[in-house]
Every structure is written in C-alpha cells, then in structure tokens.
C-alpha cells in the first residue's frame, strides 16, 4: 500500500496543501509550529484511526471555517483507490472510498493501514490505561471487522447503560433491575468477545516486543505483556452481580472491558513504575515496532509508517537501532532541523512553512 498523493484543505494550519508522495523515505523539514506534525496527523487519519495527539474535530478545521477535508490517492497492488473525509464542526463528518460511503471511519483501515512514532509515546507506558487499551483496540481492528463491529456495539452499550445508572441516583428501583438484566446479557456477550480477542492478540504482540525491545535497548532484559481484567476470572455476568450497588451508588459502569489494562512487565516488574525513562522509551518504541509487524502478518500489507519529529528524543545510539529497526516500506518523517540518522535515506524531501509547501 502506497499513498501516491495527498490534499488538504483547511485542516489545522494548512490551507490548501497537495503533495505527492513516492514510495520510498520523504522527509519533511520546517521549524516548530509550522505544520509538520499536521501533515503527519493528516496522513494518520486516513486510515479511519483517532488523531493520535487526542484532538477533537473542533481542532482539527482550521481558524474561521466549519469543515476541514482530507483526500488521498491510494495504491495497493493494481488498484487505485480515493479517500475522502470531510471533517466538520456542524453535524457529523463523513468518509468515502471511491465515492462510496464508510458506514464507520474505522472501515477506512481496510484501504489504509499506518502506524504513526511520536515523542508522546512515552504515555504508552506511563500513561493511564485508556492510552494502553486504545493502542490494543486499535491495532486490533486494523486488522478485524468483527472486532471493530463488536467494539462499537460495547460503546453503545456503556452508554445506554451509564445513563440508566445515573437516572438511578443512588436508588435501585425494580424497573432498574430489570433493564439492567437486559443491558447486562448484552454487555457480557461483547465483552467475552472483546476479552478473548484481545488475549489471542497479547500472545502473537508480546513476543514481537519482547524483540524489538531487546534490538532497540541492546539489552536481552525479559520483556512480559499481560491483560489486566479481573472480570475474567469470575466471568462478568457474576461480576456485574457483585458490582451492582456499588455501580447504582456511583452512576456508572464498574467492571467490563473498558476498565481493563495492558501490563507491561520489564525483568518482571512494572514498567510503568519500576523501569528508567531510557528503558520506557524503548519499550514504546518495541510497541511500535511490534505493531507494525502483526499488522504486515496478519493483513499481508506494509503499513505506512509515519515518524513525527522522533529521533529528536532519542540518544545515538537509540536512534541508530530503531533505524536498524525500522521496516523497508513508505515512511514519511519529520525533523525541524533536516538532519537524520545514519541509515535513514530520504528519497524526497517536502519544507513546509507556515502551512505551505515550499521548495527545500
């Protein structure tokens, strides 16, 4: 898969920008605040993923408009394909392939898979859990339509779920308990999808960052991935059960698949806590690395592969086994300064000042 060209059009500082892409290594140059990491998160969105900086669409349009558009020429194999997002801050945004409608932009990773490396990584392991499922969830549904299905019919279940627990105030009414019955029977059913998933998922992943991390660390430090999920021992039906007048008391769902986490383990200790910022960042990378890998196994494509400004963070030597690392597919990397590491061999190089590409 090759992205061959890209505009945007009033999305964050960029006005009207159009550039083409070859398949090879693009390195985009220009100062801090000049749109970099924007055609980054552009080149992101395209494969249906949540901006990885967490912006909502209000940031994403640009100052004094109302919608915000993204389109991109895509090659994969023989085929041609256009994406088409609109972005707006009235109603609801859309997106097409080939001037067909996308029932969910996550359907937009059937056509565009990317994985994106940014200085912010470093939440991975030190963040809160949300970032951790989010980076399992989405890697996931790259890859599986069921899953993508099943996790968004979670979503709508919490919510309907949540707005009965709240309207409860603190009281469990008859009616309550009978709609939590109903609400119940199909929380478990997503649920014990999600979690079987997601464990089959940790036992092909965590091998692959065990790896990456001891090639990118230069250290042969065990690496351990675990789901933490307590509901799953018991099973959440019985959990819900044991759960429900502390849940009635709170306004909210306690106990399922949106509270669990993803443990990292480093020479059996928690990474999170226990292991250096020099050890954290080498796991986040291995995260990437590794994420990569499963979605070239598993969809038998080459992700794009997209580098905000990463090289930035990391030491020498770090930086000189991630380029070991990293894969021979389409990269696009940015560097405020130009210059990049040994190894890393930009066929085209894009400048961009204040939203506009400009000669280099």
């Given at each position: 898969?090759?992205?061959?060209?890209?505009?945007?059009?009033?999305?964050?500082?960029?006005?009207?920008?159009?550039?083409e892409l070859n398949d090879g290594t693009t390195l985009v140059v220009g100062l801090n605040g000049h749109g970099k990491t924007?055609?980054?998160?552009?080149?992101?969105?395209?494969s249906g993923a949540r901006s990885f900086r967490g912006a909502k669409v209000d940031a994403l349009v640009r100052s004094g408009h109302t919608s915000a558009y993204i389109r991109a020429e895509v090659e994969n194999e023989s085929r041609t394909s256009l994406i088409e997002i609109e972005l707006t801050t009235q109603g609801?945004?859309?997106?097409?392939?080939?001037?067909?409608?996308?029932?969910?932009?996550?359907?937009?990773?059937?056509?565009?898979?990317a994985v994106v490396f940014s200085p912010d990584d470093l939440e991975l392991i030190k963040g809160p859990p949300a970032i951790r499922r989010s980076l399992l969830d989405d890697t996931i549904a790259i890859t599986n339509p069921e899953f993508r299905a099943v996790r968004t019919d979670l979503d709508h279940i919490l919510r309907q779920?949540?707005?009965?627990?709240?309207?409860?105030?603190?009281?469990?009414?008859?009616?309550?308990e009978t709609s939590l019955i109903i609400w119940n029977e199909q929380l478990v059913n997503a649920a014990e999808l999600i979690g079987d998933t997601r464990e089959e998922f940790i036992h092909q992943f965590g091998p692959s960052v065990a790896d990456?991390?001891?090639?990118?660390?230069?250290?042969?430090?065990?690496?351990t991935l675990n789901i933490e999920a307590d509901w799953r021992h018991t099973g959440l039906a019985?959990?819900?059960?044991?759960?429900?007048?502390?849940e009635v008391r709170r306004g909210m769902t306690l106990v399922g698949p949106h509270r669990d986490d993803l443990l990292m383990l480093l020479n059996s200790l928690p990474s999170r806590s226990?292991?250096?910022?020099?050890?954290?960042?080498?796991?986040?990378?291995?995260?990437?690395?590794?994420?990569?890998?499963?979605?070239?196994?598993?969809?038998?494509?080459?992700p794009l592969v997209l580098l905000d400004d990463v090289f930035s963070e990391l030491d020498e030597t770090r930086a000189r086994r991630l380029v070991e690392c990293l894969?021979?597919?389409?990269?696009?990397?940015?560097?405020?300064?130009?210059?990049?590491?040994?190894?890393?061999?930009?066929?085209?190089?894009?400048?961009?000042?204040?939203?506009?590409?400009?000669?280099?």
């Amino acid at each position: 898969m090759i992205i061959k060209r890209l505009w945007l059009t009033n999305f964050r500082n960029h006005d009207e920008t159009d550039v083409e892409l070859n398949d090879g290594t693009t390195l985009v140059v220009g100062l801090n605040g000049h749109g970099k990491t924007n055609l980054i998160e552009g080149l992101y969105l395209l494969s249906g993923a949540r901006s990885f900086r967490g912006a909502k669409v209000d940031a994403l349009v640009r100052s004094g408009h109302t919608s915000a558009y993204i389109r991109a020429e895509v090659e994969n194999e023989s085929r041609t394909s256009l994406i088409e997002i609109e972005l707006t801050t009235q109603g609801r945004s859309k997106a097409q392939v080939n001037k067909q409608k996308v029932k969910r932009f996550r359907d937009l990773g059937d056509t565009v898979r990317a994985v994106v490396f940014s200085p912010d990584d470093l939440e991975l392991i030190k963040g809160p859990p949300a970032i951790r499922r989010s980076l399992l969830d989405d890697t996931i549904a790259i890859t599986n339509p069921e899953f993508r299905a099943v996790r968004t019919d979670l979503d709508h279940i919490l919510r309907q779920r949540n707005n009965l627990l709240k309207q409860a105030k603190g009281r469990l009414s008859n009616d309550l308990e009978t709609s939590l019955i109903i609400w119940n029977e199909q929380l478990v059913n997503a649920a014990e999808l999600i979690g079987d998933t997601r464990e089959e998922f940790i036992h092909q992943f965590g091998p692959s960052v065990a790896d990456f991390y001891q090639q990118v660390a230069g250290r042969n430090d065990p690496v351990t991935l675990n789901i933490e999920a307590d509901w799953r021992h018991t099973g959440l039906a019985e959990a819900l059960v044991k759960s429900q007048d502390d849940e009635v008391r709170r306004g909210m769902t306690l106990v399922g698949p949106h509270r669990d986490d993803l443990l990292m383990l480093l020479n059996s200790l928690p990474s999170r806590s226990h292991a250096s910022q020099g050890e954290q960042r080498s796991l986040a990378l291995a995260l990437r690395l590794a994420t990569y890998l499963y979605i070239e196994k598993v969809s038998g494509d080459q992700p794009l592969v997209l580098l905000d400004d990463v090289f930035s963070e990391l030491d020498e030597t770090r930086a000189r086994r991630l380029v070991e690392c990293l894969p021979n597919s389409q990269i696009v990397l940015t560097s405020a300064t130009g210059t990049v590491p040994e190894g890393v061999n930009p066929s085209q190089t894009l400048s961009l000042e204040e939203g506009q590409v400009c000669a280099p």
